[in-house]
């Protein structure tokens, strides 16, 4: 790939994950996140 | 030979995984962090069911979001993946993974015998887009309430997770059933082939891993291979810790940026870089 295109590439995916994350926080999800990680997650200690 | 030495990455690989799990104290209490912190998620793969954690494991959180009954699109998590895809690809699994840096000392333990590739290794490394669409995808999102990585394979879970909570909490401990004596196989299989060979869990399980591999092209952080240096000794072939040829592949989607292959490289015809953002003639690109 030519180093513009690379250059442009990335310059679309940080904006892309920039507006995710911006429209992620706007709907409350890390919330979601949040209420998931602080609880024991007994699925992943292999006992739910 | 000139060999740079490599204790710098270790030192950072060690602060990664101290940062990771920075709330010490859970690991004498057996009680997992709960502060705000948690509701961002890491760049690698950290359970945020280890007392240590103070972040979300962005696997978890993902398979979280989907196995609801009623999913939406995961914005939040994958904004978090695009960001730390695009900035540091593969980076994240050479510089900052705790279980990427515990498979390295594993494999730094003498072994009667290192192998750098399994035979059908070329189809073992699509393992984990299989593993990825099936496992954190498809099945939470079809069979709803389950997070199937987590619960039937990661064995970062297993490690960072259920071992330290387990052996402090007799409440949990007496719940372990077959899926945990599961889980431990299979980690300890992943231990053992981790002492034969660089990277296992990496090369062919880790839907992380895919998934910054997809970045590798256009990431800012970049191994650059300069061809009009390069005089083929091969010096970086055998040290690769993915087992690919750094010299043709600098680019390749299992390039986990650890810059072993550059460290020995005597002409520095390989260096671990930014994408450049002025134009270079004689840097080859793909
Ligand atoms: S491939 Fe997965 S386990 Fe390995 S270093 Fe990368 S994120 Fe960590
Ligand atoms: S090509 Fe170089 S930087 Fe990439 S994994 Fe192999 S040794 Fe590490």
Same mark, same amino acid.
């Given at each position: ?5 690379? #250059?442009?590439?990335?310059? $679309? ?11 992620? #926080? $706007? ?18 200690i292999?006992?739910? | 030979?000139?060999?740079k030495?490599e204790?710098?990455r270790?030192?950072v ?26 509701q ?6 950290n359970?945020? %069911? ?5 972040? +979300? &494991? ?6 979280? +979001?989907?196995?609801? %009954?009623?999913?939406s @699109?995961p914005?939040?998590?994958l ?15 050479g510089?900052?993974?705790? @279980? ?10 003498p ?15 699509? !393992? ?12 939470? !999102? ?12 990661c ?11 387990l ?14 004596w599961?889980? !431990? ?8 082939? %981790?002492? !034969?060979?660089s ?6 399980? *880790? ?6 591999? =997809?970045?590798?092209?256009? %990431?800012?952080?970049q191994?650059?291979?300069?061809e009009?240096?390069?005089v ?6 055998p ?15 299992? *390039?986990?940026? &650890?810059?072993? &292959? ?9 260096? =671990? ?10 840097e080859?690109?793909?």
């Open positions: 790939m030519k180093r513009a295109g690379r #250059i442009a590439a990335l310059g $679309g995916l940080l904006a892309l994950g920039a507006a995710f994350l911006s429209v992620g #926080i $706007g709907k409350g999800q890390m919330t979601e996140v949040l209420s998931k990680a602080i609880r024991i997650c007994l699925e992943c292999g006992i739910g | 030979m000139k060999r030495s204790w710098k270790t030192a690989q060690a602060a990664s995984l101290l940062l990771h799990n920075a709330n010490l104290k859970g690991f004498v209490t057996g009680k997992i962090y709960q502060g705000d912190l948690k961002v998620c890491v760049p690698g793969l359970c945020y %069911s280890c007392p240590g954690a103070i972040g +979300a &494991c962005p696997v978890g959180s993902l398979q979280n +979001a989907l196995q609801k %009954s009623k999913p @699109f914005f939040y998590v904004g978090f993946l695009l960001l730390f895809g695009a900035l540091l690809g593969r980076f994240v699994c510089f900052l993974c705790p @279980f990427g840096f515990v498979q390295d000392l594993l494999y730094k333990i072994f009667f015998k290192k192998i750098r590739t399994f035979p059908g290794e070329k189809y073992l490394r699509w !393992l984990k887009y299989v593993v990825a669409l099936l496992l954190v995808v498809a099945l939470p !999102l079809i069979y709803t309430g389950v997070p199937y990585f987590c619960k039937y394979l064995p970062a879970g297993t490690l960072f997770g259920a071992i330290p909570l052996s402090l909490d007799q409440l949990l401990s007496d719940q372990i059933g077959p899926l945990f599961w889980k !431990l196989i299979v980690l300890i299989v992943v231990v053992l082939v %981790s002492l !034969l060979i990277r296992p869990f990496c090369r062919y399980l *880790c839907p992380l891993g895919g998934f910054y591999g =997809l970045f590798n092209r256009v %990431s800012l952080v191994l650059k291979h300069t009009t240096k390069c083929h000794c091969d010096r970086c072939v040290v690769c810790a993915m087992g690919i040829d750094p010299k043709t592949q600098f680019d390749s989607t299992e *390039c986990i940026r &650890c810059g072993k &292959c550059a460290r020995v490289c005597p002409t520095d015809a390989l260096r =671990l870089g930014l994408l450049d953002l002025k134009k270079k003639k004689e080859q690109t793909a």
